[in-house]
């Protein structure tokens, strides 16, 4: 029996018939030409004159869904051609994450990672609701504790956090760091060490900047095929915002260890500020792409992969949502309850993090890296510039 995924009906669909589609849209743009200016898929394309499989898989990675070469088509429906290369591409990174997931057994997730998302976070909620009531036991988990008392760690020793998060977190870096590896057979070494540098300092910057969530110049046509830059600044926000809460969590971490400060720290500390800038950018960055992805034109992604990108947007927002109401509230009653939950929602983030929607930033890093190596450095069956 060959493994199967399944189209926008439901209906199965062979995998290998994904990648034939793939190689089918592929060879017509290369033949057209007329997109090469929106995005890297484009000029990374134009280089080949064939596509195997890791090629496709490569270029689906490299593609950012910005939708412009959809509406710029001269063959896409309702031309014969049935041409939609934002769909086949979306197709064809499921099957990316699907397939290069650690342990491989758990690659399976990626098709129902919104309902999977869901029951663990729910699961998670409720055990650390039940876990902290116990531990801090019934009174004082509903009693309002000053940060002199230790505030949250009167609930919870920073020692069982340290031991519950720090092992969750390391197995799913782990995880991300196989997935990543096995992904990274794609990436074609250099023979030239000043063009691997050049390469990783160029993919570097176009992730930071997501220059390529600007289609023609004037930004995505997401969610409708008027161009408009609110998803790159959405991503934006998304992004720096997790950076910054994991700046915060860094420097708390330095500030316990090394100089021997211990939490709960003043609203003006470092950990504190950095957390609640971060916050707030995983508030408006997720909820701005919640809203886009709500409204977004069917035609440009894969109708499967919705959940996914649902789940992991509303846990990022819950999860900022329930962290700042914990640093609101931290003295009140309502302490303990918020405390459980915010740490139930990091849990099931912590151990989701490899089966969902947080992989497309490796994977996508990884082809930026392969893209701008091949930009000045030609192999046999790959043209340069």
């Not at 997790?242 to 860094?250: E, G, Q, S």
Request: proline letters at 4%.
């Amino acid at each position: 029996m060959s493994v199967v995924d399944r189209d926008a009906r439901g209906d199965a669909v062979p995998l290998e018939n994904v990648i034939a589609e793939a190689q089918r849209a592929l060879s017509i743009c290369n033949a057209c030409r007329y997109c090469e200016g929106y995005c890297a898929v484009f000029p990374a394309l134009e280089r080949r004159l064939s596509f195997d499989e890791n090629d496709v898989h490569y270029l689906a990675n490299l593609c950012h869904n910005c939708g412009a070469c959809l509406y710029a088509c001269q063959y896409a429906p309702p031309h014969e051609f049935q041409l939609n290369l934002p769909r086949v591409l979306a197709e064809a990174r499921q099957e990316t994450y699907r397939r290069y997931a650690w342990p491989a057994s758990l690659g399976c997730v990626f098709a129902r990672n919104g309902i999977v998302v869901s029951i663990v976070a729910a699961m998670s909620i409720v055990i650390f609701l039940v876990f902290t009531a116990w531990r801090a036991g019934p009174t004082r988990f509903f009693e309002a504790v000053s940060d002199s008392q230790g505030s949250f760690y009167a609930m919870l020793s920073h020692g069982v956090m340290v031991s519950a998060f720090g092992s969750v977190f390391a197995l799913a870096v782990i995880a991300l760091i196989a997935a990543w590896a096995h992904f990274g057979t794609l990436i074609r070494a250099s023979p030239n060490r000043t063009a691997k540098e050049g390469a990783l300092v160029s993919a570097g910057r176009s992730a930071a900047t997501l220059e390529y969530l600007e289609g023609g110049g004037d930004g995505c046509t997401y969610p409708t095929d008027k161009p408009s830059l609110a998803r790159r600044n959405f991503h934006h926000l998304t992004f720096y915002g997790f950076v910054l809460c994991f700046a915060a969590t860094v420097v708390a971490t330095f500030d316990h260890y090394v100089l021997g400060s211990v939490a709960p720290y003043p609203f003006l500390s470092a950990p504190v500020l950095l957390g609640t800038i971060g916050g707030l950018g995983l508030l408006i960055g997720p909820a701005g792409l919640l809203s886009l992805l709500l409204r977004r034109d069917p035609d440009l992604g894969d109708r499967r992969q919705r959940g996914m990108d649902i789940g992991f947007l509303v846990t990022l927002f819950m999860t900022s949502a329930s962290g700042l109401s914990l640093l609101a509230f931290r003295e009140t009653r309502a302490m303990g309850v918020l405390l459980a939950i915010h740490l139930g929602l990091v849990m099931a983030l912590f151990l989701t993090l490899p089966y969902g929607k947080f992989v497309h930033a490796l994977y996508r890093f990884a082809a930026l890296l392969r893209f701008h190596r091949e930009r000045n450095t030609p192999t046999a069956d790959v043209r340069s510039e």
